[in-house]
T-cell receptor
Framework: NAGVTQTPKFRVLKTGQSMTLLCAQD?????MYWYRQDPGMGLRLIHYSVGEGTTAKGEVPDGYNVSRLKKQNFLLGLESAAPSQTSVYFC????????????FGQGTRLTVV | AQSVTQPDIHITVSEGASLELRCNYSYGATPYLFWYVQSPGQGLQLLLK??????LVQGIKGFEAEFKRSQSSFNLRKPSVHWSDAAEYFCAVGPRSNDYKLSFGAGTTVTVRA
């Protein structure tokens, strides 16, 4: 059972380039989240999804887009990368809201130069 | 809006000494509360959680946490720290309403000295 898998694990982008981060979970979870982690700021929620075909904005959504076309996948897109988006990105999923553990991927370290 | 505050950015503790990490939350009702640990270069692992009932909850790796409604706190404790407990610890609050966000504090880094 793989749990939550993030692809890629590392990436370096030039300013203005685009990319998509993939999060895949094999636990049939309804809820999925994208966070970014920066020193001293903890995990900040970018976007989240409460089910297939739905997405919603979190705390820091600007510069990112997401899609949840399939229940098991949650994609995070950067249309025009900026140095301020240099961060470690984590995906998480939960089977239900509130009362259950969130399962995290191993993270994607993104550097924008 | 819900929020989580971890007042201590960095704590250094001697191996074998006790550890307490503070967490305060802001929420309209009693939230679901969690503590997660992140070892260097790793994802987050759940230590323990509180939903209702006994306000003292036990978790993995010898950790416990106490929910205090009057203080809006959910502090994490361990009686005797091991070198392997060096990590970053995050308090999180999950909703009990139709707001589905899972929100984290800024984290506390724990250093264990021999």
């Amino acid at each position: 059972n793989a749990g939550v898998t993030q692809t890629p694990k590392f990436r370096v982008l030039k300013t203005g380039q685009s990319m998509t981060l993939l999060c895949a979970q094999d636990m049939n979870h309804e809820y999925m989240y994208w966070y970014r982690q920066d020193p001293g700021m903890g995990l900040r929620l970018i976007h989240y999804s409460v089910g297939e075909g739905t997405t919603a904005k979190g705390e820091v959504p600007d510069g990112y887009n997401v899609s949840r076309l399939k229940k098991q996948n949650f994609l995070l897109g950067l249309e025009s990368a900026a140095p301020s988006q240099t961060s470690v990105y984590f995906c998480a999923s939960t089977p239900a809201v509130g009362n259950t553990e969130a399962f995290f991927g191993q993270g994607t370290r993104l550097t924008v130069v | 809006a819900q929020s989580v505050t971890q007042p201590d950015i960095h704590i250094t503790v001697s191996e074998g000494a006790s550890l307490e990490l503070r967490c305060n939350y802001s929420y309209g009702a009693t939230p679901y509360l969690f503590w997660y640990v992140q070892s260097p270069g790793q994802g987050l692992q759940l230590l323990l959680k509180y939903f209702s009932g006994d306000t003292l909850v036990q978790g993995i790796k010898g950790f416990e946490a106490e929910f205090k409604r009057s203080q809006s706190s959910f502090n994490l404790r361990k009686p005797s720290v091991h070198w392997s407990d060096a990590a970053e610890y995050f308090c999180a609050v999950g909703p009990r309403s139709n707001d589905y966000k899972l929100s984290f504090g800024a984290g506390t880094t724990v250093t264990v000295r021999a």
